[in-house]
């Protein structure tokens, strides 16, 4: 599978760091930022394929950043990301769109598998316009 | 998927055959991809959803203890793939499944219901003195403190002044920093967590709140009444001793003995910190693994704090106002020691005892002084120390026997007013003053038979490793020892091992949800850890000298602590006696919980997809909304190759020595390159499951039809007359020919051999958990008896080597699924060998005979197929 990019959006700063090396080892395109607020500057400026999004942050919080990824830059897959469950914000989440819900800690494999099904389906919408 | 439905009216037209070039090859590839992909990613969410399901109905069962966050990440993990499912399948079918979202709402906002459910609201006073609490401040001050204020303002007996940081203080401390949802995170990130993860989780939570600010109103309100101690005592810099009184912490019948810490003789100076620390053990290693063995849940628990002036003790100890080992036994048990009485209840000193009849006149029938090798003290700036006692003294009983009855006598009435057995801590100050520090139900164990050497326990002398000691908990059980020497040793504590250490100390008490029997050399049977392990009914001797030097990690042992001896070996007389271990998460908070929200989930309804009630809105769990998708999911995608026939312009015809054939539609990545031209040579496929079935298609060459009978052959002729369809000679456009679309992980193959027609479908990759086989078989020559002969006989063929499978009439269809890549080749190997040789076997369907030569002779094929390094000989062996 071609190399895509992710952008990791997470307030824990050693969980974020540590994500961005392992998936870029992973041969992906990735960028790490804190808030809601950087992800959505960056998505204005350049293309993403795939966001991965904590649900929980200061700010702007991840379901109130989803609803916003959604309608400015609908193509974008949006995988939730939360170390807290909370059925209700995940059933949300997924209402709103998101391509999937994980819960923390997850497996690497895990969250590659799901960022290639996500990049995968994105390349599918678009080849069947 | 927006566009998908035109390309699909586009094919149907197409093939509808009025034009055939409408549609490219193209257009079908990337419909194909579509649909497969979601549902590729149905699969995945049904495959998950069912396993957490799985994990829900095992976790209920209860041998394995699981907390609140399990039941939370699991109704939630559950949630967002049905959802997923849900949504999937209306991509695969758009619009036609709709009300499943609705169904799925209903279902989901039940479970919501329950989840949301939250403990009453208390009172708002942060802090209360002691002067104001009785037992219908449990609610507020946590029901030891709340004892406290009882047995003093109640019972008018001896109790030291002070006051309780109450649940409110408490809700005040976490709110003001935020610090529940920080820590039901980790909490939530270590959930499957093995004991090593715990000790960083734990560590890492108390130091988040011993980071945290008591904030201003909450530590202006808590040095104000210490003030008041400072007051009330006349003693500037009063010091005092501050202890957890946990609300919540007597849920479902548990005694919480001693997972907490305490304070003793703490200055002014160091109060707010002190409070944290408690409030921080909340968290220490063994409440956290407790809570979680018990089914607690960590948001139940508030931590109140009581905060009480320092009695310096000439003597203190615990008073039972009945054996706690023996129900039977209603002598009051006094254990003693020199200084504070914290060595009874860590364990760490062997106390005096002192057995007290409670019969007029209290008198005292036995008693047992230790040596003592040491006693606490307060220091005199802050905190307590550990003195060595050397002379006569430490040989000397720490309290006389007026003192003993004296304490009998409070027991007695103490009992009396709570009406239950009691558990009773106290100290005596330097006049001679006892003053009773805490007391709380005492729960008493029945002992099946406390026996010395009786009848069958000698029995296996010659075995005898260790005898001696106190029963801390009664039992008898088998299992490897473990010498736990250093605290790091307690990481690799093994399941199911009989812990062995120097000391009783409550450190190891989060081990006793994994050990099977405890074996030390110093402990109290009154103290916290054998608490525990009555709690946990795990067998328990205290006191046995040597222990630590004549059991080595790995010996085989079975512990009899009833029997006060260890054997080596397993002693199955003994044994046979064995209780069976508790269901403890049984009856507690989170099993309820997740008992209620299970049957929103697990229970399955929708059984029968043939019947009429097989819909939407019969969906009354998560398990039938799944089971209804993954049927209808079915149906949907495996319709693609029945109904998207491709242009023969877009395929290739296999070249190949087998005298059929093969044509071959690359949906994506199943070729090595693209080729030019008609044809497609083998070593251009890529596909692993085309090669797997070709590998299998050319594994025994067929050997022609089968000798037939003359009626054999007769049924033939009369079925082919009747349905000219099926007679081979007539130029149907797909008679024995192949078709395979395939991509690197999948193949849907058509296959029409002669009378009879098969569809495998599969998907093979390096997912485990995506990778299925479907197979499906219809159809032959032969009379509808002889047919249905057939299905039988490839149906048991399947059966044996694990497919799922269902007969309808003469056809078979069959399913496999969720085994890793090299065992779903095995089983594609077997159906391309099925494929080739169950050929026109309806022939010979009507002669058992027949039958089970056929049989045979194919299974003796398929194993040589699946095992290629078996000679023949082993093959007819294993038949």
Redesign the interface.
């Known amino acids: 599978m071609d190399a895509f990019s992710v952008l990791l959006v997470d307030d824990e700063v050693e969980f974020l760091e540590t994500l961005v090396k392992r998936l870029a080892k992973r041969k992906l395109q990735v960028t790490g930022v804190t808030s809601a607020e950087e992800a959505i500057g960056i998505l204005g400026e350049k293309p993403v394929d795939i966001v991965v999004l904590d649900v929980?942050m200061p700010g702007m919080d991840g379901l109130e950043a989803l609803r916003q990824i959604k309608s400015t830059s609908p193509d974008v897959e949006v995988i939730m990301l939360t170390?807290?469950?909370?059925?209700?914000a995940?059933?949300q989440g997924?209402?709103l769109g998101a391509f999937?819900?994980l819960?923390?800690?997850m497996d690497i494999d895990e969250l590659l598998?799901k960022l290639q099904?996500a990049y995968?389906?994105k390349t599918?919408?678009k080849?069947?316009? | 998927m927006p566009r998908l439905g035109d390309v699909f009216r586009k094919i149907a037209f197409w093939k509808r055959g009025e034009n055939h070039q409408t549609v490219d090859a193209e257009a079908l590839r990337t419909a194909f991809k579509a649909r497969y992909h979601s549902f590729k990613l149905l699969l995945n969410a049904n495959n998950k959803a069912l396993e957490i399901m799985s994990e829900m109905e095992t976790a209920l069962r209860g041998s394995r203890p699981f907390s609140m966050s399990f039941v939370r990440a699991s109704c939630t993990a559950v949630g967002v793939n049905v959802f997923l499912i849900v949504k999937h399948l209306n991509e695969l079918a758009p619009e036609k499944y709709t009300t499943l979202f609705e169904r799925f709402r209903e279902i989901q906002d039940q479970i919501n219901g329950v989840l949301a459910k939250r403990a009453p609201p208390r009172g708002d006073r942060l802090v209360l003195p002691f002067d104001e609490i009785d037992k219908d401040k449990a609610d507020l001050v946590g029901s030891k403190m709340a004892n406290v204020g009882e047995v003093r303002n109640r019972l008018k007996l001896k109790v030291p002044s002070g006051f309780v940081v109450t649940s409110a203080g408490y809700q005040r401390f976490f709110e003001a920093n935020d610090l529940q949802n920080e820590i039901d995170r980790r909490l939530q990130a270590s959930e499957a967590g093995e004991l090593d993860q715990y000790y960083a989780l734990s560590a890492d939570i108390q130091q988040l709140i011993m980071r945290s600010r008591v904030p201003d109103d909450l530590a202006e309100e808590i040095m104000e009444a210490y003030r008041a101690l400072e007051r009330e005592t006349g003693e500037e810099e009063v010091r005092v001793s501050m202890r957890s009184s946990a609300l919540g912490e007597d849920a479902a019948d548990t005694s919480f003995a001693g997972q907490y810490r305490s304070e003793l003789n703490v200055s002014p100076d160091y109060l707010i910190e002190a409070y944290k620390d408690i409030v921080a053990s909340k968290y220490s290693l063994q409440a956290v693994a407790y809570r979680r063995s018990r089914g607690i849940m960590d948001e139940d628990i508030s931590m109140c704090v009581g905060c009480m002036v320092m009695v310096d003790a000439v003597a203190g100890g615990v008073t039972y106002s009945r054996n706690p080992l023996n129900i039977r036994d209603d002598s009051i048990i006094i254990n003693s020691v020199w200084g504070l009485p914290k060595s009874v209840v860590d364990g760490s000193v062997a106390p005096d005892a002192f057995i007290i009849s409670r019969r007029e006149p209290l008198t005292v029938i036995d008693k047992d002084i230790k040596t003592k090798d040491y006693k606490f003290v307060c220091f005199p700036d802050e905190g307590v120390c550990r003195l060595d006692l050397t002379g006569e003294g430490r040989e000397l009983p720490s309290i006389d026997d007026a003192q003993a009855v004296e304490l009998a006598r409070i027991a007695l009435q103490l009992e009396d007013y709570y009406g239950t057995p009691q558990d009773i801590e106290w100290a005596i100050d330097k006049n001679g003053q006892i003053y009773i520090l805490q007391c709380r139900p005492l729960k008493q164990t029945e002992v099946a038979e406390k026996v010395h050497g009786g009848a069958g326990r000698d029995l296996g002398r010659e075995h005898l490793l260790l005898e001696g000691g106190d029963t801390a908990s009664s039992g008898v059980a088998f299992g490897p020892v473990y010498v736990l020497r250093k605290n790091s040793d307690a990481l690799q504590f093994p399941r199911g091992a009989v812990l062995v250490a120097a000391q009783a100390l409550p450190r190891w008490a989060p081990l006793l949800s994994l050990a099977s029997a405890v074996v030390t050399e110093q402990g109290s049977v009154a103290g916290h850890l054998a608490n525990v392990a009555r709690e946990f009914s795990v067998p328990a001797i205290f006191g046995v000298a040597g222990a630590t030097a004549a059991l080595e990690t790995g010996d085989e042992v079975t512990v009899d602590a009833d029997g006060l001896r260890v054997y080596r070996g397993r002693m199955e007389h003994l044994l046979v006696a064995e209780a069976p271990r508790k269901n403890l998460m049984e009856g507690s908070p989170v099993h309820e919980v997740l008992r209620e929200v299970i049957q929103y989930i697990v229970p399955l309804y929708l059984l029968d997809p043939d019947s009429t009630e097989f819909r939407p809105r019969n969906c009354r769990t998560m398990h039938d909304i799944t089971r209804f998708c993954h049927e209808k999911s079915v149906q949907e995608m495996f319709s693609f190759g029945k109904e998207h026939h491709f242009s023969e312009r877009a395929s290739k015809q296999l070249v190949c020595d087998v005298p059929m054939q093969w044509w071959f539609i690359n949906l994506d990545d199943g070729f090595r390159e693209d080729v030019p031209g008609k044809f497609v040579h083998l070593d251009n496929i890529v596909s692993i499951p085309v090669l797997a079935l070709w590998e299998g298609i050319n594994a025994v060459p067929w050997e022609g039809p089968p000798p037939v009978d003359a009626r054999g052959f007769m049924a033939v002729l009369l079925e082919a007359s009747a349905n000219p369809a099926l007679d081979p000679a007539m130029p149907s456009h797909y008679a024995n020919r192949n078709y395979f679309m395939i991509s690197r992980n999948f193949c849907s193959l058509s296959s029409r051999f002669g009378f009879h027609f098969s569809t495998v479908e599969t998907l093979v990759g390096e997912r485990a958990n995506e990778n299925y086989i479907s197979f499906q078989f219809k159809g032959g020559a032969a009379d509808y008896h002889r047919r249905l002969r057939r299905a039988q006989f490839v149906a048991s063929l399947l059966e044996e080597y694990g497919f799922r499978v269902e007969v309808k009439e003469d056809g078979v269809f069959a399913r496999m699924e969720g085994f890793d890549e090299e065992f779903m080749k095995t089983r594609l190997r077997m159906l391309g060998y099925l494929l080739m040789h169950t050929r026109q076997l309806d022939m010979v369907m009507a002669n058992d005979n027949a039958y089970h030569h056929h049989r045979s002779k194919m299974m003796q094929d398929i194993d040589s197929i699946l095992n290629p390094n078996l000679t023949s000989v082993e093959h007819a062996a294993a038949h």
């Open positions: 929980k170390g807290h469950a909370n059925v209700e995940a059933i997924m209402e999937d819900y819960m923390k800690p598998y099904d995968k389906k599918l919408r080849l069947a316009r």
